[in-house]
């Protein structure tokens, strides 16, 4: 079982590691589908709703949902509004 837990706890740091984000961010729990977003911003660079939508098969709103928090908490930057919106790494 104590294997188990150290493997997991192994996964779980690579998957941060991974993320290679610079930012100093408060505390908070990542989803899975919040961690898939920083990934293909980290990938992409500069994308727009509709790349999130089509890459991760989400509804506009659903992308809403998951950016919004990564916003609030500055590991993701807005530029532009309403259809223009494009969203980036900082």
Known sequence: MAEGVVG?????KERIIGLSISVQAPRMVLTKRQ????????????VKSPDIEKAFSLTRARVGQI?????????VIREGQTRATTYRLP
Do not use: N
């Open 8 to 12: 997991t706890l192994h996964k779980v």
């Open 67 to 75: 950016i919004k928090p990564l916003t609030d908490a500055g590991l």
């Open 35 to 46: 961690e898939d977003t920083l990934r293909f911003l980290r990938d992409r660079g500069r």
